[in-house]
């Protein structure tokens, strides 16, 4: 049983089709006409091999494209949880007591201990092309923040400014992982 569309069979729909027809007629015409008919023929052909490379330069260069961002946003899920581990080194330190005059010595170390741990976490995300942005005094910016709050501008502070950060923004090779979690200040 013959599954084809009925209009695929009909004559012209095939350029092996169009050019035994081309042929015939080129049979029956003059010499410049046999010419003109080829010359058509020949840009024709070139004009599909054209379009044919063109097309395969943009595969090309779609699939290199696709392959670099395969590469570099490979670790977006396992990048996001880290960050999340970070976050929590830096709500742990905030939790500690603030520096006193006199403290135990043992808080002290414990302190030191973790930011020393923090500073050296944090570079090693950014060694690996994740990197923490405060935007804390930065006019807000949707691509980067998230406005959890709104109040009034204090004082000496332009509206749109971002008052205060909950969390950074983290980026992944300049591709937003998690967005910052902020305060703006109110207009008007």
Known sequence: ?????????????????????????????????????????????????????????????????????????AIQKFA??????????????????????????????????FEGVERSFLGVLERNGINRQDPQGQPFNPDLHQAMAEQPAPEGVAPGTVIQAWTPAWTLNGRLLKPAMVVVAAKG
């Open 80 to 113: 996001g949880d880290v960050v999340e581990a970070a976050q929590n080194l830096r709500r742990g330190l905030d939790a500690l007591p603030a520096v006193q005059e006199g403290e135990p010595e043992l808080l002290a170390k414990l302190r030191e201990g």
């Open 1 to 73: 049983m013959d599954m084809s569309d009925p209009a695929e069979n009909l004559p012209g729909n095939t350029p092996a089709e169009e050019t035994s027809a081309a042929q015939d007629a080129a049979f029956d015409a003059t010499p410049e006409e046999r010419i003109a008919a080829l010359e058509a023929e020949v840009a024709q052909v070139r004009e599909r091999w054209l379009r044919s490379e063109a097309e395969m330069q943009n595969l090309r260069a779609r699939t290199q494209r696709e392959v670099a961002d395969a590469r570099q946003y």
